[in-house]
């Protein structure tokens, strides 16, 4: 969850929706969906209406499938309508229409979402902005049939700025039956951008898990780049995305705390910026205090552009409320913040 606090006293929060699922593993938590939501403090001032909720049809579909999704109002829309803007975190995974008009009188409008053929999961943040107030809703794409060789990447978004590097983890998966060793590489990579595996190969069966470095040259296009994380062996070959986004530094500054409401306190970091402007967003939330890559327990963002102003921003998971012994890691643009645990000695956010 968000929540932004200007220096004017406006305030703006953005808030996890919670979709609970059975978690992966022996853990006895649960898991969030990594949606999210922002509104302003003047929510429910006379006159103002705001996005409600974004409802997917499907929150898992195969690539290539066509799921809806529909934008609800706080209130029915004014006179002329009330145009929405949509706006997908990954366009080369899911599309939306730029906007959406939710006719007057009417509390809710219906679109379709256009999905492509992925060889891994992925997920998408599909959202809907109106004025001060964002609602997203996280959408799962898998490969539409299954694969003796799969590959994912987590985060799948990354961002970097010149001359900065970062690393993400691969896994490799086999379906049984499969024994080979699996050679990794990448493709559609950037001049001036290198990729490197750390193992560059995965021995037999195939299964497992590798460290991908990348390092980006001090003279590389800022923009958006799809990588393609491959995993090969014979004949078979599947590959991952990777969105790698390269920005401007926003000289970001992190502290962590514990976000405090209705009775309630929630993992949360301050985060000001010193060089306003739209920076990609994206959190992971992790169990034990070491932010152990092994441990995620949720994800937020998926490298949803959020606009940061001269103001702070305050975000929060709200999926595992008055929880101890979790961490968490933050991004803003190229600028990542430490390990953030949250214990009794963590202080609450201002």
């Not at 200007?6 to 699922?21: D, E, F, H, Q, T």
């Not at 049809?57 to 290539?64: A, E, K, L």
């Not at 906007?99 to 509390?107: F, H, K, S």
């Not at 296009?221 to 990777?242: M, N, P, Q």
Request: proline residues 6%; glycine residues 8%.
């Amino acid at each position: 969850m968000l929540h932004e606090k200007n220096k004017k006293g406006l305030l703006l929060a953005l808030a996890a929706a919670v979709l609970w699922i059975t978690s992966c593993g022996s853990s006895p938590h649960s898991a969030s969906s990594g949606s999210f939501r922002g509104e302003s403090a003047l929510r429910g001032a006379p006159g103002v209406i705001e996005v409600a909720s974004v409802n997917l049809s499907r929150t898992q579909v195969s690539g290539g499938d066509s799921p809806s999704m529909t934008v609800s109002l706080t209130a029915p829309a004014p006179e002329g309508g009330l145009t929405v803007q949509l706006k997908s975190s990954d366009i080369a995974t899911a599309s939306v229409p730029a906007t959406i008009l939710i006719p007057a009188g009417a509390r809710t409008a219906t679109t379709a979402i256009a999905t492509y053929a992925v060889s891994n999961s992925t997920t998408v943040s599909i959202a809907a902005i109106s004025g001060q107030t964002m609602v997203a809703s996280a959408l799962s794409i898998v490969p539409a049939t299954s694969a003796p060789l799969s590959v994912s990447v987590l985060p799948s978004v990354t961002t970097i700025a010149d001359g900065q590097s970062n690393s993400v983890k691969l896994t490799t998966k086999v379906a049984t039956g499969f024994r080979h060793s699996v050679q990794l590489s990448a493709s559609n990579v950037p001049s001036g951008v290198s990729v490197k595996f750390n193992p560059s190969v995965i021995a037999a069966p195939g299964a497992g898990t590798s460290k991908v470095s990348i390092a980006v040259g001090s003279a590389v296009a800022t923009g958006t780049y799809a990588l393609h994380l491959k995993a090969i062996e014979g004949t078979t070959t599947t590959s991952a995305t990777l969105t790698l986004k390269i920005a401007v530094n926003p000289d970001a500054r992190f502290q962590g705390c514990w976000y405090s409401t209705n009775g309630h306190r929630y993992q949360g970091v301050l985060v000001s910026v010193e060089h306003p402007g739209s920076y990609p967003l994206d959190a992971e939330l992790y169990y034990g205090t070491t932010c152990d890559p092994n441990a995620q327990a949720d994800e937020i963002g998926f490298g949803t552009d959020v606009n940061f102003g001269d103001f702070d921003w305050i975000f929060y998971f709200d999926a595992f409320a008055d929880e101890s012994n979790m961490s968490t890691r933050w991004h803003v643009g190229p600028d990542t913040s430490a390990c953030f645990a949250y214990t009794s000695a963590t202080p609450t956010c201002p």
